[in-house]
């Protein structure tokens, strides 16, 4: 049985954001993710519940991934180095929204300052307009 499993294991992984790759790609998503980020952390300010605000965390941990997941799927499979050349900043940019949607001393994922998750959401729209540029050129 070993030698079975081991002659009919996969000799390559593959893995991408979807089996087909659809060529949709659109910021909205991580937006309004962070959006549902930043209204968590408002609603958590404004209730003292501690069974909600454990809920809270829980939820806004859990829309901080889903920005991180968005953000990186334009990162690696929308824009392509014709565009990085074209806007320098743009891997900059992609690194600081990431972080600041992630779990670090600055980030939205570990920060229930809704001052966070706007920071996240000026930093998305700055991506935002560089991908609406990108989209109207091609």
Known sequence: MRLLSRILRPR???TAHCDLPC???DP???????ESVKAIQEKYQS?????????AVLIKEQRSDLVKHHLWVLWTDYFKPPHFEKYPELHELFN???KKAGGGPD?????????TGQ???????QI???FWETKSAA
């Open 23 to 25: 060529g949709v790609y």
């Open 119 to 125: 920071e996240l959401l000026d930093l998305i729209a």
């Open 96 to 98: 600081k929204a990431t």
């Open 107 to 115: 980030g939205a994922k570990s920060s229930m300052d809704p001052a």
């Open 128 to 130: 935002d307009k560089i």
């Open 47 to 55: 209730n003292e519940d501690p069974e909600f605000r454990t809920r």
């Open 12 to 14: 390559l992984e593959a």
């Open 28 to 34: 909205a998503q991580a937006r309004i993710e962070a």
